[in-house]
């Protein structure tokens, strides 16, 4: 299979208001969407669209919750002008542990019949069950690919709802690579980064993430607040959420750990 596991770690770094900076270990999952079942198939412990100890559920994804993601990702990308015929795209997300999921930001690697990185689809989700896609294709300015968009969820208590995100994404051999600083009047305001080792994806394997991230996403919410209440201790002014910043579909569960898209 070409899906996998995705091991290292996510470093967030605040440089306005106040200097603050986290670092946690993590596991992923890496899903080629033309192998979910093939997943279910070959690995145990998963199952789709059923209760079962890790479950992948179409619908904790996209604004309007997917029924067939597969599909429903190839009608976004051609709804938006782009042809996805005989593209590979790979699902960077964690799946449900013992019912629950929280998924702050979900990756869609879109590569062309060439292996070449056409289009990332980065899925943002909050703590109001608002989901939020940006579709990004690369600037064609630095190595790599480089991408820009408009800041357009409410995220965060300590964060207006302005600015512009700057993503980086290096997804080769070695490992997967992400970086998104958010600037707001040029200047950068917050920094995050995901380093991702690729582990295979075996029965074995997953249980071992498992135990060592145990409800991993149980885990993420309750950092989120942690370090929530940590910066709010330190006075950092607050942005509450109002009806002008729903811009997105309520669907599902999920939100971005502060600094996060």
């Not at 208001?17 to 198939?41: C, K, M, N, P, R």
């Not at 080792?197 to 135990?211: A, E, I």
Request: proline share 6%; hydrophobic share 40%; glycine share 8%.
């Amino acid at each position: 299979m070409r899906s996998h596991l995705l091991e290292g770690s996510v470093r967030h770094r605040r440089g306005q208001a106040t200097s603050y900076t986290l670092e946690h270990g993590i596991y992923s999952f890496a899903l080629d969407l033309d192998e979910l079942d093939e997943v279910v198939q070959r690995v145990r412990l998963v199952r789709r669209n059923r209760r079962w100890p890790v479950s992948f559920r179409d619908a904790d994804h996209l604004p309007e919750p997917a029924e067939d993601l597969p599909l429903a990702v190839r009608a976004h990308l051609r709804s938006a002008g782009i042809a996805p015929d005989e593209w590979q795209i790979t699902l960077v997300a964690n799946l449900r542990v013992a019912g629950y999921v929280f998924n702050p930001a979900s990756f869609y690697l879109c590569r062309d019949s060439a292996g070449a990185l056409r289009v990332v689809i980065v899925e943002v989700h909050n703590t109001y069950g608002e989901r939020h896609l940006y579709t990004l294709t690369p600037d064609g300015g630095r190595k790599g690919f480089t991408a820009s968009m408009d800041k357009a969820l409410y995220v965060s208590p300590f964060i207006s709802n302005d600015g512009r995100y700057q993503v980086a994404v290096r997804d080769d051999a070695d490992g997967l690579r992400i970086g998104i600083t958010l600037r707001q009047g040029g200047r950068p305001v917050i920094a995050t980064s995901l380093v991702l080792r690729r582990r295979p994806l075996t029965n074995m394997g997953l249980l071992w993430m498992l135990l060592r991230y145990p409800f991993i996403g149980h885990r993420t919410i309750g950092l989120i607040h942690w370090h929530a209440l940590r910066l709010w201790r330190r006075g950092l002014p607050v942005h509450p959420h109002g009806r002008r910043d729903r811009r997105s579909t309520p669907a599902g569960v999920g939100s971005p750990q502060e600094g996060r898209p």
